[in-house]
C-alpha cells in the first residue's frame, strides 16, 4: 500500500540559511499534519491543512511557513535557521470525513541538522 | 491543556517476558487514544487504537484497553521478543468541535529486549 512520502530524508543547512522540507500524503487524504521531533523527545504538533486550508497550528516559530497544494502535498519553509530546528520533521495524512479525522499515517520523516 | 503521561524507560527485558507501558491521559472531551511505535531511524507506525471507553485495540500481540474511569490506555504483551525492541509512543487526539485532530504524545518508553 502508498505510504507517505517525505523529501528530502536528510538534509543539512548552514545557520540562517533556509530549508524547504516536502511531504506527499497517502493517495486520496486530504489533511496533512507537520509535528517536530527533537532529539530524544516525543513529537510536537506544528500545523495542519485540510484541503487546502490551514486548520490548526501549534507550536510553529514565526520563522515557518507552511501550504497545502492543489495536489494535496504540502511543504514546510523554515527561514533563518537557528541550531534548536534540528531535529526530526514529520508529515503525517489522515482522511477526514463527516465524523471527523481517520488514524494518522506517519512518513518516515526529514532529519534537518543545522550546523 | 490535553496531555499525556507514560512510564518512563528505558525498560529492558528478556525475550519472552511480559510487557507492560503505562499510559494515562487528561483530556476535556471524550479522546481517541493510539500506541505508535518508532523503531531505530524510522518513522512512526501506528500499533493500535481505541476510539471509546472499553475498547480494546490489538496488534501483533500488543493490547491496550481505554479505560475512562481510570483514564488509562496501558500497553501489554504476554511475551515479547527481540524484534520489538523501539520507543513506543502513547498519544490522544481530542478534537474540539470542528477542530483539527493533532495528535498529542507522551515522553515515549524505549524498550530493549534482549535474547
Known amino acids: 500500500a502508498a505510504g507517505v512520502i517525505q523529501s528530502p530524508r536528510h538534509l543539512i543547512k548552514e545557520k540562517r540559511e533556509t530549508a524547504t522540507l516536502k511531504c506527499y500524503p497517502i493517495?486520496?487524504?486530504?489533511?496533512v499534519y507537520w509535528y517536530q521531533q527533537g532529539p530524544g523527545q516525543d513529537p510536537q504538533f506544528l500545523i495542519s491543512?485540510?484541503?487546502?486550508?490551514?486548520?490548526d497550528k501549534g507550536s510553529i516559530p514565526d520563522r515557518f511557513s507552511a501550504q497545502q497544494f492543489s495536489d494535496y502535498h504540502s511543504e514546510l519553509n523554515m527561514s533563518s535557521l537557528e541550531l534548536g530546528d534540528s531535529a526530526l520533521y514529520f508529515c503525517?495524512?489522515?482522511?477526514?470525513?463527516?465524523?471527523?479525522?481517520?488514524?494518522?499515517?506517519f512518513g518516515p520523516g526529514t532529519r534537518l541538522t543545522v550546523l | 491543556g490535553d496531555s499525556v503521561t507514560q512510564m518512563e524507560g528505558p525498560v529492558t527485558l528478556s525475550e519472552e517476558a511480559f510487557l507492560t507501558i503505562n499510559c494515562t491521559y487528561t483530556?476535556?472531551?471524550?479522546?481517541?487514544l493510539f500506541w505508535y511505535v518508532q523503531y531505530p531511524g524510522e518513522g512512526l507506525q501506528l500499533l493500535l487504537k481505541?476510539?471509546?471507553?472499553?475498547d480494546k485495540g490489538s496488534n501483533k500481540g500488543f493490547e491496550a484497553t481505554y479505560r475512562k474511569e481510570t483514564t488509562s490506555f496501558h500497553l501489554e504483551k504476554g511475551s515479547v521478543q527481540v524484534s520489538d525492541s523501539a520507543v513506543y509512543f502513547c498519544?490522544?487526539?481530542?478534537?474540539?468541535?470542528?477542530?483539527?485532530?493533532?495528535?498529542?504524545f507522551g515522553k515515549g518508553t524505549k524498550l530493549t529486549v534482549n535474547p
Open positions: 503525517a495524512s489522515s482522511s477526514t470525513g463527516t465524523s471527523g479525522s481517520d488514524t494518522q499515517y
Open positions: 493517495p486520496r487524504h486530504d489533511t
Open positions: 491543512f485540510y484541503e487546502k486550508m490551514q486548520s
Open positions: 483530556a476535556t472531551g471524550y479522546p481517541s
Open positions: 481505541a476510539t471509546k471507553a472499553d
Open positions: 498519544a490522544l487526539s481530542d478534537p474540539p468541535q470542528g477542530g483539527s485532530e493533532k495528535l498529542v
